[in-house]
């Protein structure tokens, strides 16, 4: 989260020639039924939402998405994303590794 951070402040006092067009996916998942449940992912993912806003980032906010909710973020995101110069997902919630690749969990 630190480092996150740290790559924010360093995206908010470069210097930018001219206008970026940034997009963020913010998705927050806490409300699991089958893995434990976290006690803060939702929290965490509005207080990314606010710090990309003050960045100037237009912020899509998810919270406990299914998988079929999930996938249809991803994919309007997608979208939205082209023609952004700048374009970021960030996701709080349980992750899983399965044979080398990383997946996200929806609730």
Do not use: W
């Amino acid at each position: 989260m630190r480092l996150l951070f740290a790559l924010l402040l360093v995206l908010a006092t470069t210097a930018i020639a001219v206008a970026e067009r940034r997009v963020a996916l913010v998705m927050a998942d806490d409300d699991y039924r089958l893995v434990r449940p976290l006690a803060n992912p939702i929290h965490d993912g509005e207080a990314m939402e606010a710090a990309l806003k003050k960045l100037g980032f237009d912020v899509v906010l998810e919270t406990n998405r299914d998988l079929r909710r999930m996938r249809r973020a991803l994919d309007d995101f997608r979208q939205d994303a082209k023609g952004a110069d700048v374009a970021l997902v960030y996701f709080s919630g349980h992750g899983v590794e399965i044979s080398g690749d990383n997946r996200l969990l929806p609730v």
